[in-house]
């Protein structure tokens, strides 16, 4: 364990003492929130992000630790384990050198090379290799056998001899842990990541069409990324694309036609192993097969044996290693492009959970659609629903006033001050219908009893998401009377009031900012976005009095069982008056409380501390400040200047130390703060109600829809998204676009390019900036990294997963193409 401990430290670059304290503790119980923000003082202060990280890696270290003990134990049974290979197996890094390791002792499947060596032909192997300048035919007559073996194995022929010899070969260096990975790292610098349109595909086809920048696509496997690889592997599995791993093209030599290894190069001969297809005598070598010669130290010198054992290392690679190799590079691509997809999506939903709640507002939430109307429901300040109607001002009735005079009803009647339109189909005219509400309600005159009235905004949301909420058990059990179509206009209200209370209802994968998370490792992702989630509820604090079991379920230490535990005693008792009344609940005990109760606010409670982020368990530290003060904890919130005067070490002990101490004087200085932004309303341009309202150069004021490493993409209130790409973000080279930009941001952009016909818009970020035309030169830092593939446009295909000239080209073929493609998979 020490040993992990060691090796978890120098990845995540702090102390053995920290690591060793965070494993006990999450091994104890603990949640990774809980440890982060009250446990400071026995990590010394690792956040969340370093925690996870610690956790994951503990877990692999853990597996590729068992799985050592069960490799050595079994190459032990078998009576083969030598001091060198125990050494080698002790410092594999990895699960996949491990098993290289362990593949030479592994059970398997009868083999020819085994039989080879049954029959007694090994050692005609051995002396052949050890010295080449033998003549095989000789050599073999010794070992040609006048029957068939017990085994049936036929080995009476100098053909089936030499046969046994070269099975035996190869299959010992396909299996030499050294060599295989010398060539997999090989490989993966240098060979070419390549894909074609499978042959009696159909090039118009809008689902092949999707995937048409892949039909003759090639690039250096090591830095392919992630996007790309992931779209080529969906069209694989399609069946649209074919995908194979292609090595780099050897040199042509001198005497070729020889059929001999020259200077470590393998040179083909007619007698090569079998290939599926041959078009002609002489095959140009390959490198690979050059390189595996050079690994063994061999090369062909025109000795007796050396033509015998260039057919070895051929067969070594075209029968041992091709295909598995490809299979393993292919595997680590995959892996590392999910990684990122799981990533960009943990990121973007991480900035939609924490996006500015608008608050307490009353909320009028609009979901819109055409001929079945849009479905309207109202949310009081506390997120009640308090009233649903549906109005029909779209194809086919076109009921614009009646439908204005109804919502302007709810609005006077509820006292609407914020509406949330879904930004599905017809939601732009949706949007003009809520203007059109605004103005019509300006208009009217006040009540005699109305002292003012706030003016009324209007705010385009998401609506992913919503559909699968609204026909949830938890949405049926919350509206039971409610229309399923009711239910989503609700949710769209409620997500604007808080973002976070109410996305928690929905599966985190429901919500619509990943990219490929139908094609990554699911539960990987689960695991991910629920980390995330969890991470997000507890940052902010949940009020116990009011959240739902959904939102419960995801505070630190409570459980689903526990969370609807909860809900039901605030319904059969009433209100909490105080944390201390959680203890009452069936099913939460001491462990939960202590895991929980930080993160529970109760306001307006027996205990002004209830309301805030300090733990009940330091409450006596709070009550020595009070002492010493003089003043009450009433009069201690708020008071920063006072709060500042004191000095941490007066009241830190053995149990709560100095960084403890000042993570409550903070939070009394701005108790029960919420760390998310304030509420910001994004404007939309008037008279821009769809694509073809666009012109080039005009600059609008848009919401980031979704992030990707490759761009954002901005919500103008048009229907169709458009791209900023990373290359226009801003003045100077981005890596990754959430470097400048996140989920939710309101931000200013200039249109580059408008194509109607493909539903594509390009933006800037660069103001002011002439924009990059199609065709243009870009930073050659944007440019593919095959050459070959500079001349063509960096428009992503499907999925946002498109050339995107190798990295970041900042063409505008490119940002107007990639939205509409990442929707269109």
């Not at 026995?42 to 270290?61: K, V």
């Not at 080449?132 to 010794?142: H, K, R, T």
Request: glycine fraction near 8%.
């Amino acid at each position: 364990m020490q040993k992990i401990i060691a090796q978890i430290a120098q990845e995540i670059r702090v102390h053995e003492h920290q690591v060793a304290a965070a494993i006990e503790l999450l091994d104890g119980g603990a949640t990774v929130p809980f440890v982060a923000r009250y446990r400071k003082e026995a990590t010394g202060g690792l956040d969340d992000i370093q925690l996870r990280e610690l956790d994951a890696r503990l877990a692999y270290l853990r597996e590729l630790r068992d799985r050592r003990a069960a490799i050595i134990k079994s190459i032990d049974e078998q009576g083969k384990l030598t001091p060198a290979l125990l050494a080698a197996l002790s410092a594999a890094p990895t699960k996949q050198e491990l098993e290289d390791l362990y593949l030479p002792f592994k059970q398997k499947r009868r083999t020819r090379g085994q039989m080879a060596r049954e029959a007694g032909i090994e050692p005609l192997a051995d002396k052949l290799f050890a010295n080449p300048a033998l003549d095989p035919a000789v050599q073999a007559q010794a070992f040609i056998k006048a029957e068939k073996t017990e085994a049936g194995d036929d080995f009476t022929t100098l053909q089936a001899v030499l046969d046994g010899v070269r099975d035996i070969l190869s299959e010992r260096w396909a299996e030499d842990a050294a060599l295989v990975q010398d060539l997999r790292g090989w490989l993966w610098a240098e060979g070419l990541f390549k894909s074609t349109l499978m042959p009696g595909k159909n090039e118009s086809d809008a689902d092949v069409a999707k995937f048409r920048d892949y039909f003759d696509y090639d690039e250096p496997i090591g830095r392919v990324p992630s996007h790309r690889a992931l779209a080529v592997f969906r069209g694989r599995s399609l069946e649209i694309l074919e995908a194979k791993l292609v090595l780099p093209e050897p040199p042509v030599v001198a005497p070729f036609a020889s059929g001999k290894f020259i200077q470590n190069q393998p040179l083909a001969h007619t007698e090569q192993a079998p290939v599926a297809t041959k078009t002609r005598a002489l095959q140009p070598p390959s490198l690979a097969e050059g390189r595996i010669a050079h690994k063994l130290g061999w090369s062909h010198k025109g000795r007796a044996a050396d033509d015998l054992i260039r057919k070895c290392v051929a067969w070594t690679w075209r029968v041992k290693l091709s295909l598995s190799t490809e299979r393993d590079l292919f595997a680590r691509l995959r892996e590392a492009s999910e990684a990122v997809a799981i990533k960009v999506f943990a990121d973007n939903l991480r900035d939609l959970l924490l996006a500015a709640p608008a608050g307490p507002r009353v909320v009028l939430g609009l979901d819109p659609g055409i001929r079945t109307g849009v479905k309207v429901a109202v949310v009081d300040a506390t997120g009640k629903l308090v009233d649903t109607t549906a109005v029909y001002p779209h194809e086919p009735r076109k009921d614009w006033e009646g439908s204005l005079h109804t919502l302007a009803k709810l609005c006077e009647k509820h006292g609407v001050n914020l509406i949330a339109i879904g930004n599905g189909t017809a939601s732009r005219e949706t949007d003009k219908l809520a203007a059109d509400l605004i103005k019509l309600m300006e208009k009217r005159p006040l009540a005699q009893t109305e002292q003012a009235r706030a003016a009324i905004e209007k705010v385009v949301v998401s609506e992913a998401g919503a559909s699968v909420y609204s026909a949830s058990e938890f949405a049926s059990q919350e509206m039971p009377d409610i229309d399923v179509s009711l239910r989503g206009a609700a949710s769209i209200a409620r997500r604007l009031q808080d973002p976070l209370a109410e996305l928690v209802k929905i599966d985190p994968k429901s919500i619509g900012v990943g990219q490929y998370q139908h094609d990554v490792n699911q539960s990987e992702l689960a695991k991910t976005l629920n980390a995330v989630v969890e991470d997000c509820v507890n940052s902010v604090g949940v009020d116990l009095n009011m959240a739902s079991v959904p939102l419960l379920s995801r505070v630190s230490g409570l459980s689903a069982n526990v969370a609807k535990a909860v809900v039901r005693w605030r319904e059969e008792h009433g209100a909490f008056a105080s944390r201390q009344q959680l203890l009452k609940v069936t099913g939460l005990g001491p462990k939960a409380f202590e895991q929980c109760a930080g993160f529970l606010r109760i306001r307006g409670g027996a205990n002004p501390l209830d309301m805030t982020g300090v733990h009940p368990e330091t409450y006596p530290v709070v009550e020595q400040i009070m002492a010493k003060t003089g003043k009450p904890v009433v009069e201690l919130m708020g008071r920063a200047e006072m709060l500042k005067a004191l000095r941490p070490e007066l009241f830190a002990n053995d149990k709560f130390g100095v960084i403890t101490v000042k993570d409550i004087l903070a939070e009394l200085e701005k108790p029960g703060r919420d760390p998310r932004p304030d509420f910001k309303v994004a404007r939309f341009n008037d008279g821009v109600q769809d694509i073809r309202d666009l012109v080039e150069g005009m600059v609008l004021e848009g919401t980031v829809s979704n992030v990707a490493a490759f761009g954002a993409f901005i919500d103008l209130g048009v229907h169709q998204d458009g791209l900023v790409h990373v290359s226009q973000l801003a003045h100077k080279f981005v890596n990754d676009a959430r470097e400048v930009v996140k989920t939710g941001d309101i931000v200013t952009v200039q249109v580059v390019e408008v194509d109607v016909a493909r539903k594509r818009i390009a933006l800037t970020m660069k103001l002011g900036a002439p924009p990059v035309r199609s065709g243009g030169a870009g930073d050659n830092r944007f440019q593919a990294a095959n050459p070959q593939q500079r001349h063509r446009p960096g428009a992503l295909p499907a999925g946002g997963a498109g050339r995107a000239a190798g990295a970041n080209t900042p063409q505008s073929t490119a940002m107007s193409s990639a939205f509409a493609k990442l929707k269109g998979l």
